[in-house]
């Protein structure tokens, strides 16, 4: 019975990295993911449930079933107050809820084990792999000689004709005729921040990159079902 069980988590992963890399390709060439994705990885999530409910019950798993809609819930009110990065993130982490409740096993895999429901996992994941940016803008930044702190953790120097084609944050503002950083995207157009530089005859200002929080989802997902829990691992290893 534990193989037909692993064959399911085995199904559920694939199906996870076919919607979930689809949804980053997607989400890097236009910031968008299709809506229909996340409608049938929920769908193909709860087929799941019922044929791995037909085949063996839920046994001592039936409180994680309960967590669905709780996750659900709780996914909706974090991008509500814009903890997370955008609607798709927040819809694919309401689908993973439904297609990935429980730990799943494939064949000894995941390596480490985890009490808590399994989209939080992939959630937390997602998480500690997007606060690998920083160090890999310091180290890029350390490379170029832009040892500018703590801009260097934040971004790169970029000019400003390139930055209005790419898909950038300006960390700088001109406030009171003086160059300023900023910690968070403002609600002033970008075109105006860069031509507000301009006029201070500025050609080069710090960007930010407008990384897809679909791609550190991806990556969750993948090191949930192969390594764990890794923030359970990394407490394990402090403690």
């Not at 996340?38 to 087929?47: Q, S």
């Not at 940016?133 to 390139?162: A, D, T, W």
Request: hydrophobic share 55%.
């Amino acid at each position: 019975m534990s193989d037909y069980l692993s064959f399911l988590d085995l199904g559920r992963f694939i199906v996870g990295v076919i919607i979930l890399s689809y949804a980053s390709y997607t989400d890097i060439k236009t910031r968008r993911a299709p809506n229909i994705l996340w409608i049938i990885m929920g769908t193909i999530g709860c087929v799941f449930l019922v044929i791995q409910y037909l085949l063996t019950g839920f046994s001592n798993q039936l409180m994680y079933l309960v967590f669905i809609p709780i996750m659900i819930f709780l996914m909706y009110v974090l991008f509500q107050l814009g903890l997370i990065f955008g609607g798709a993130d927040a819809k694919a982490l309401m689908a993973l809820a439904i297609l990935v409740p429980i730990l799943p096993t494939i064949f000894g895999f995941p390596l480490a084990f985890s009490f808590m429901p399994y989209s939080w996992v992939i959630f937390s994941n997602s998480v500690v792999l997007f606060l690998v940016l920083p160090v890999s803008l310091f180290i890029y930044n350390m490379i170029k000689g832009n040892r500018i702190f703590p801009q260097c953790f934040l971004g790169y120097p970029l000019n400003l004709e390139e930055a209005k084609h790419r898909f950038v944050w300006p960390l700088e503002r001109i406030i009171a005729g003086k160059r300023k950083i900023s910690y968070k995207p403002s609600s002033v157009d970008e075109l105006e921040i860069y031509g507000s530089f301009e006029k201070a005859g500025i050609k080069e200002i710090w960007v930010t990159p407008k990384v897809p929080f679909m791609i550190p989802l991806l990556a969750g997902f993948i090191t949930a079902f192969i390594v764990g829990d890794i923030l359970t691992i990394i407490i394990g290893i402090f403690l």
